[in-house]
């Protein structure tokens, strides 16, 4: 993830302690400087995080006061982890899909196993490997760099990742794509494409949906994109409801609570700001 953009605004983003529609619960500690995910464990106040590319490929599990309970190695190298998700049993998704530059061509999904993850010290994986059929360069023309992603997440025995456009004046287009949830090698299903504003405010970052499957939730710099009222898995064609979040940081990582009511939200330490647990109370922001 690039940071020059968000090292421009931080310190007119940060120049008070208001957060806006957010509410702090907690710094991170520093070793989560660059945390990318996050993903609430049901029915307990506890989360798995991780850190992005170039970072120890290592998953912390971390309570609501941003203490670190455990820390396990996931068998597998930290190419550019963005997102983490999970299935109704537990068993979790790291998304190792970062592609600023648009050239990978080992975009991976790494299933780790709900069992193994909480009881022991090192994981192994299963890798869920995948392309976009529409690209066929690597890289693209740079007015073609659409393929680049940092979101993620599970929903009936599917995955579904919201590109990040890298094209200049068009960077908040993300497009939804499908794969199954299962070890193998996959041609992503493009599902429908949404276009946000233009500028790098706009990439999204990371997704979630709600355990019930009625909402899906985009997280940008300084907003979240609720979408409901959807057909199926086409999320983007829902209706939207856009939340101010009251400041630009690089956020990073969102995840619904158990019941939908509320979001968590993190973003990145830079220059001494950022690096922290945040909650918004969707019961006092949406009426649908």
């Not at 953009?5 to 302690?17: E, P, Q």
């Not at 999904?109 to 869920?128: H, P, Q, R, W």
């Not at 740079?142 to 979101?151: G, H, P, W």
Request: with cysteine; charged share 30%; proline share 2%.
């Amino acid at each position: 993830m690039k940071k020059s953009y968000y090292l421009v605004v931080l310190f007119l983003s940060f120049g008070c302690s208001n957060y806006g529609q957010l509410k702090k619960l907690a710094r991170l500690p520093k070793l989560l400087d660059e945390v990318s995910g996050i993903e609430k464990i049901h029915g307990k106040n506890l989360f798995w995080m991780h850190n992005d590319g170039g970072n120890k490929n290592e998953i912390y599990l971390v309570n609501s006061s941003g203490k670190i309970e455990r820390t396990v190695v996931v068998n597998a190298k930290n190419n550019d982890w963005e997102d983490i998700t999970s299935d109704q049993k537990g068993n979790l998704y790291l998304a190792d899909f970062g592609n600023n530059e648009n050239i990978r061509r080992d975009l991976t999904i790494l299933k780790i196993n709900f069992e193994a993850v909480m009881k022991k010290k090192s994981v192994e994986v299963e890798k869920i490997q995948f392309q976009y059929p529409e690209q066929t360069k690597f890289p693209p023309k740079k007015k073609k760099r659409f393929f680049d992603a940092e979101s993620i997440l599970y929903y009936n025995d599917s995955l579904y990742i919201f590109t990040k456009s890298r094209v200049k004046k068009d960077y908040g287009k993300t497009s939804l794509y499908k794969i199954p949830a299962s070890q193998g090698k996959y041609n992503a299903e493009f599902i429908s494409s949404f276009e946000n504003c233009s500028k790098m405010k706009c990439w999204i970052t990371s997704s979630s949906i709600s355990n019930n499957g009625q909402q899906v939730a985009l997280l940008t710099s300084n907003t979240v994109l609720l979408f409901y009222d959807f057909d199926g898995d086409n999320f983007l064609k829902g209706k939207l409801k856009e939340l101010d979040l009251g400041f630009v940081s690089q956020k990073e990582a969102i995840d619904f609570n158990d019941d939908g009511t509320k979001l968590f939200i993190t973003d990145e330490r830079s220059h001494g700001k950022g690096g922290k647990l945040y909650e918004l109370d969707l019961s006092k922001k949406t009426n649908h």
